[in-house]
């Protein structure tokens, strides 16, 4: 993509052009993205060719987090730049507490145009909050033949059943572009939320041909069922199962990747690319079994914690920069709002990741709350990761030397170091305890779509 050299507004000052407009500002989210099956995290296939590209030009955050393992928490800390038990979903059926300013509306309130696409309704829906601040919110379900698709949801919507599935990312495009204004008078804000990967692995032909190494007799898919029920008998898949599901899973992170490609160089073409600042990253990741699990939203390990951030300015030269320090989803909407010239609102706990030198410390919190079921923590700092179990009890990592979690120490283990360990625990305990809240209860097609995703297990 061509780089906007007109003005280097941020480098020099434009002699005569007056302060520069605030740039379009683009919020891609891969829903279910793992980040080591890209590129530019040292994937070995091409699942990623756009994000690569967009990292090699733009900043690879190289140790990002989501603020929790499933969707609505992790996109509701997104949007808000608070941790789940701040922002009112801690719980299946809750969406975000109104009173908690959002990323949207904040901008939308500085001038901006916010529009938004969500590939995943069931979740990133109008009824638990996040449409608030847009003005456009666009859920995004298609039409399936009842039965005919592996990835069909038969849910019930507006009072009757339907046969619907996830749209794919191109479709997802489609509907945005539609909604762009012909004439751009204001600044845009942009959310697309993609889906692809998520499961069902059902990706289309073209990618399918391309990763599957070997037709063999499986199915050119897997349902959220089958994969569900593997996770539940604890069956491990052989070699050459496990190789078919990664085909598969790669095919729909290459299908995502050709989509958000599309989308750049069209944003191009109608020029609004060169004032643009665009950042990809992922509501959470995916479990190949790396901890007993297949999926997501059951653990707080790296696996489905771990997600690709990249940002790329548009507006500027390419940098191809790279930045290893822990980052997580909250520090995406303070980063935005900066880029905006807008104020953080009270209570974001987030930092400006392009702000000048070395980013403020902060201890990472990531969150799997689902009432009194699961109350799961993780604190990240420095190479340390605790984890606090639903039952109270604690687990340590130390992730420069133990990167896949294979070796928990226990609470009492003399390589933690005692004043760590006390510190976080007081962090821990200072948190909000959202497990007295009364269950909000789910109407029915809400329901049967989290169980279609495997959300009740
Ligand atoms: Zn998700």
């Known amino acids: 993509m061509r780089v906007g050299l007109g003005c280097l507004?941020?480098?020099?000052?434009?002699?005569?052009?007056?302060?520069?407009?605030?740039?379009?500002?683009?919020?891609?989210?891969?829903?279910?993205?793992?980040?080591?099956?890209?590129?530019?995290?040292?994937?070995?296939r091409p699942?990623?060719?756009?994000f690569d590209g967009l990292a090699a030009e733009g900043v690879l955050f190289t140790r990002a987090f989501a603020p929790s393992s499933w969707t609505k928490p992790s996109v509701g800390s997104l949007f808000t730049?608070?941790?789940?038990?701040?922002?009112?979903?801690?719980?299946?059926?809750?969406?975000?507490?109104?009173?908690?300013?959002?990323?949207?509306?904040?901008?939308?309130?500085a001038g901006y145009h916010t529009i938004a696409v969500s590939g995943n309704p069931i979740q990133v829906a109008e009824r638990f909050g996040f449409a608030r601040g847009f003005d456009v919110f666009e859920?995004?379900?298609?039409?399936?033949?009842?039965?005919?698709?592996?990835?069909?949801?038969?849910?019930?919507?507006?009072?009757?059943?339907?046969?619907?599935?996830?749209?794919?990312?191109?479709?997802?495009?489609?509907?945005?572009?539609?909604?762009?204004?012909?004439?751009?008078?204001?600044?845009?804000?942009?959310?697309?939320?993609?889906?692809?990967?998520?499961?069902?692995?059902?990706?289309?032909?073209?990618?399918?041909?391309?990763?599957?190494?070997?037709?063999?007799?499986?199915?050119?898919?897997?349902?959220?069922?089958?994969?569900?029920?593997?996770?539940?008998?604890?069956?491990?898949?052989?070699?050459?199962?496990?190789?078919?599901?990664?085909?598969?899973y790669d095919a729909e992170v290459a299908q995502v990747d050709a989509a958000l490609g599309e989308l750049l160089a069209e944003l191009e073409r109608r020029g609004l690319a060169r004032n643009a600042v665009v950042v990809v990253t992922a509501d959470h990741g995916e479990e190949f079994g790396d901890h007993g699990g297949?999926?997501?939203?059951l653990t707080l390990h790296d696996e489905v914690l771990r997600a690709p951030l990249a940002l790329r300015d548009f507006r500027r030269?390419?940098?191809?920069?790279?930045?290893?320090?822990?980052?997580?989803?909250?520090?995406?909407?303070?980063?935005l709002l900066a880029l905006a010239g807008v104020e953080a609102a009270p209570g974001m706990r987030g930092r400006n990741l392009l702000a000048e030198g070395a980013l403020p410390e902060r201890d990472l919190v990531l969150e799997l709350l689902k009432g009194r079921s699961q109350h799961r923590r993780a604190l990240l700092r420095g190479p340390w990761k605790l984890l606090v179990h639903t039952d109270g009890s604690h687990t340590w990592y130390r992730l420069d030397r133990d990167p896949g979690e294979r070796e928990p120490l226990g609470p009492a283990d003399?390589?933690?170091?005692?004043?760590?360990?006390?510190?976080?625990?007081?962090?821990?305990?200072?948190?909000?305890?959202?497990?007295?809240?009364?269950?909000?209860?789910?109407?029915?097609g809400t329901r049967d779509a989290l169980e279609a995703l495997g959300y009740l297990r």
């Open 139 to 248: 859920p995004l379900m298609m039409p399936a033949p009842a039965g005919a698709f592996l990835d069909t949801l038969e849910i019930e919507l507006g009072g009757r059943r339907q046969s619907l599935r996830l749209p794919r990312a191109r479709e997802v495009n489609q509907r945005l572009l539609r909604r762009l204004p012909a004439e751009t008078t204001r600044p845009l804000f942009l959310y697309v939320h993609y889906v692809d990967p998520h499961t069902p692995y059902a990706p289309t032909r073209p990618f399918r041909e391309t990763f599957r190494r070997d037709a063999g007799e499986r199915p050119d898919g897997v349902s959220t069922d089958a994969l569900i029920e593997m996770a539940r008998t604890g069956r491990e898949p052989d070699a050459e199962e496990r190789r078919w599901l990664f085909d598969l």
């Open 47 to 50: 699942t990623s060719p756009s």
């Open 81 to 109: 730049s608070r941790l789940s038990s701040e922002h009112g979903i801690a719980r299946l059926g809750d969406g975000l507490d109104d009173a908690v300013p959002v990323l949207a509306e904040l901008l939308r309130d």
């Open 317 to 335: 030269p390419g940098v191809g920069a790279r930045r290893d320090e822990a980052v997580d989803l909250l520090d995406v909407p303070t980063t």
């Open 414 to 444: 003399p390589r933690v170091p005692e004043a760590l360990s006390l510190e976080l625990s007081r962090v821990e305990a200072s948190l909000p305890d959202p497990r007295g809240l009364p269950e909000p209860s789910l109407d029915a």
């Open 9 to 44: 507004a941020a480098l020099i000052a434009c002699a005569g052009e007056g302060p520069a407009a605030p740039p379009h500002l683009v919020l891609v989210v891969v829903d279910t993205l793992r980040a080591d099956r890209l590129g530019a995290y040292g994937h070995d």
């Open 294 to 297: 297949w999926g997501h939203g």
